[in-house]
């Protein structure tokens, strides 16, 4: 069966240290790839969307960047993160339309 | 880009109640899915449903494309039924997920 893994579970970050996220699926080829993030009580917001290799798709202006070395890794990383940074990380992947998500990354950037 | 608007924003039911969450969508979509987030984040796939009706024990889901609605059932609820309930649309070519703003229940005892 099909699983994903998402590390850490916890993360907090010093305002403008790098960021490194990384998410594995297990189980299945060629999966689109999906990184949302979540603010405290709101909706999910798509960052990045990858349908195969090296094929990243940004959807919002950021300081955030994503990468996909390997047909089931998607990484998510920034530079210098900001105190905006802070919130959910969620990644996901899909296989004939129907989507499944990681546990999360809870990140506080202070 | 697509708007996916939810109602009611929040809900709060008695154990047992039954309760039906709606799902508004602005453009036509390839596919629709609801899920269930609990209070440690996870989200559950609950369904997968780009038109018709199926159901999943005391759950169950309606998709009119057409008219671009879906509805959320949730029967005889429970606790463990707390939680966020979105809907996500995909659009377009690049199975791109967009999500709606979400249900918040709350079941209580």
């Known amino acids: 069966s099909q699983t994903i893994h998402q590390w850490p579970a916890t993360l907090v970050q010093p305002v403008g240290s790098p960021l490194s996220l990384e998410c594995t699926v297990e189980g299945t080829s060629n999966p689109n790839l999906y990184w949302y993030r979540q603010a405290a009580g709101r909706g999910l917001q798509l960052l990045f969307y990858s349908v195969g290799i090296g094929q990243i798709s940004s959807e919002v202006p950021q300081n955030l960047s994503a990468s996909r070395p390997q047909d089931r890794q998607f990484i998510l990383s920034s530079k210098k993160l900001l105190l905006s940074d802070s919130g959910f990380y969620l990644c996901?992947?899909?296989?004939?339309?129907?989507?499944?998500f990681g546990q999360g990354t809870r990140l506080t950037v202070v | 880009g697509i708007q996916v608007e939810q109602s009611p924003p929040d809900l709060i039911l008695q154990e047992g109640a039954n309760s039906t969450l709606r799902c508004n969508f602005s453009d036509s979509v390839n596919n629709l899915q609801w899920f269930h987030q609990n209070p440690w984040g996870q989200l559950i796939n609950l369904f997968y449903i780009p038109s018709g009706t199926k159901q999943n024990g005391r759950l169950s889901a309606t998709t009119v494309a057409t008219e671009r609605y879906s509805l959320l059932y949730i029967s005889s609820s429970q606790t463990t039924d707390s939680g966020v309930y979105f809907c996500?649309?995909?659009?377009?070519?690049?199975?791109?997920?967009?999500f709606g703003t979400g249900t918040r229940l709350q079941v209580t005892l």
């Open positions: 996901a992947w899909s296989v004939q339309g129907r989507a499944f």
């Open positions: 996500a649309v995909e659009t377009g070519t690049a199975s791109k997920l967009t």
